[in-house]
Structure formats: C-alpha cells, structure tokens
C-alpha cells in the first residue's frame, strides 16, 4: 500500500524559501495522483498543489500561486514542493497526500492516503 513520508519544514523568516519533499513506497511511480495540503491551527485541511500526471500542469491553490512550485522525481519517486516568499499565513502542517489517478486531488475528501506531515512555520 502507499506510504507517504514528509520532510523539510522548520522554522524561518518572512521571505524565506522552504523545500518540502514527500517520499512514496509501496506504488509504482505515475499510478496514484499526489498533492499537497495544509492545514494551520484552529483551521480546516486546504489544498495547496497537484501535479496530475496524466495532465502535466500543476493545479495551484490562489495564496500560493507565483510563490509555490510543486514538482515530481519519478526516478526517485519523490514529490517536491518548492515555497518562495513565505508568508506568515504558511504557518501550517504540511500534508501529502494520494488518491486515484483518475482523480484531480484538489479536496481532502478524494484523498486515500495521507503523509503524518511536516510542520512550517513563518515568522513576521
């Protein structure tokens, strides 16, 4: 079955960069459709990015568009999400998340399997 790792969050500034990388086991790579969420204190689970591999262009959610790229090593079967311009509003866990390849996981309730996530926090 899918195993979903997360690491690279932490503690940084306003403006900084984070990358953020989910590594997969347990599925061939390109046979489950991956993405990320988050979800910050006191608030629900929001889709961040998704990179439908059956489509090739990256679904952004709006606060994070121009700043976040989310990208995929099939090689390495390792999903990466690359955060610019962090913003005090990132402060969140960090999930990844699977889920059908027919499916474009852009909401919670289509996820099968979730990461145990990564925590961000964005200082001002």
């Known amino acids: 079955q899918v195993h979903l790792v997360e690491s690279g969050g932490g503690l940084v500034q306003a403006g900084d960069s984070l990358r953020l990388s989910c590594a997969v086991s347990g599925v061939t790579p390109g046979t489950v459709s991956l993405a990320w969420f988050r979800q910050a204190p006191g608030k629900e689970r929001e889709f961040v990015a998704t990179l439908p591999s059956k489509i090739g262009t990256a679904y952004y959610a709006d606060p994070v568009k121009g700043r976040f790229t989310i990208s995929t090593d099939t090689a390495k079967n390792i999903m990466y999400l690359q955060m610019n311009d962090l913003k005090p509003d990132d402060t969140a866990t960090y999930f990844c998340?699977?889920?059908?390849?027919?499916?474009?996981?852009?909401?919670?309730?289509?996820?099968?399997?979730w990461g145990q996530g990564t925590r961000v926090t964005v200082s001002a």
């Open positions: 998340a699977s889920g059908s390849l027919d499916v474009i996981l852009v909401v919670a309730a289509q996820v099968q399997r």
